[in-house]
């Protein structure tokens, strides 16, 4: 297989990491065909996700989205792996979901990077660490982008491809191409901006609702029940952010000031709070919201 050849030639897709957005992530490649191979140094987290996307994809055929043969074949297409740098070498795209720190990521992009063939495109699902900053970890800039998908993936249909300064056309095409395969709309973004496109615009309502709540003009839910029922949204900021996660946002708006030294990048005293009380959502049960069962 030659570099020049990759948007024909994808087969086999490598997702570095296990957790919420990894485990979907690799069933929706599963569901669209590709063979996936999902890596992770936590046997336990690889067990949870195993787990985790049987239990959403057959919950799709019982929902009649999918069939039952089109989830079993998608399930055999679906293997585990806590030795992601081996499963690299056999690879035709990486897709890393690993933790927002940039230290992390750029240590698993070198990684990567000597593992994978040189046709091999890696891409990072990260919304708020641009791939300018992993590229000159590896020898292979030109194959290095970002591909975001949203939460919950297997449902979400949109995916923001952005290429940095060096990505070639050929690999924003293939990135694109994926995502058609896919089955869900691509959204290319022609140059890197701190959020993208659409947390952007999440981002502006989330920082008002918290000021809004903040400043004592209306509680957490009633802000909620706004956003729902004014503005159609299928759920409020606060319940957005808890089934996100409260330490992937208070991560993110970490990253977001690491990048810029611009104090309004900061997270909010709000988010900081329940982030440091383990109030981190859904995820454990408890966030802005508690949940049971």
């Known amino acids: 297989m030659t570099p020049d ?11 570095v990491g296990a957790g ?34 049987q239990r959403r994809l057959r919950r799709l055929a019982e929902k009649g989205a999918f ?11 679906m293997t585990y792996t806590t030795d992601s740098l081996e499963a690299a070498r056999t690879t035709d795209f990486v897709l890393e979901a690993a933790v927002e720190r940039i230290d992390i990521k750029r240590e698993l992009f070198a990684a990567l990077d000597e593992a994978a063939p040189e046709h091999v495109i890696l891409a990072t699902n990260s919304s ?8 000159d970890a590896t020898a292979r800039p ?61 981002g502006a309502l989330r920082n ?21 029922t004014a503005l159609g949204h299928p759920m409020g900021p606060f319940e957005l952010m808890d089934l996100v996660g409260i330490d992937v946002s208070y991560l993110i708006r970490l990253s977001e000031y690491e990048q810029s030294g611009d104090p309004a990048d900061l997270p909010h005293p709000s988010v900081q709070k329940l982030y440091e009380q383990g109030r981190y959502g859904r995820k454990n049960g408890r966030g802005w919201y508690e949940y049971t069962g």
């Open 5 to 15: 050849s990759t948007i024909d030639t994808i087969d086999d897709v490598l997702v």
């Open 20 to 53: 919420a957005m990894g485990t979907q992530i690799g069933a929706a490649f599963a569901l669209a065909g590709y063979t996936v191979t999902t890596g992770d140094l936590a046997p336990e987290a690889l067990d949870q996700s195993r787990d985790e996307a």
């Open 67 to 77: 069939s039952s043969e089109e989830v079993d074949s998608a399930l055999e297409r």
């Open 128 to 135: 708020t660490i641009p791939s300018s900053l992993l590229m």
């Open 142 to 202: 030109d194959r290095v982008c970002n591909m975001h998908f949203f939460n919950p993936a297997l449902v979400m249909n949109c995916v923001e491809v952005v290429r940095n300064p060096q990505t070639s056309d050929a690999t924003v095409e293939a990135a694109l191409g994926m995502v058609d395969r896919l089955g869900k709309q691509p959204v290319r973004l022609n140059k890197e901006i701190p959020g993208f496109v659409a947390n952007r615009l999440l």
């Open 208 to 228: 008002e609702a918290l000021r809004l709540e903040a400043d004592g003009v209306a509680s957490y839910q009633d802000i909620d029940v706004a956003a729902r």
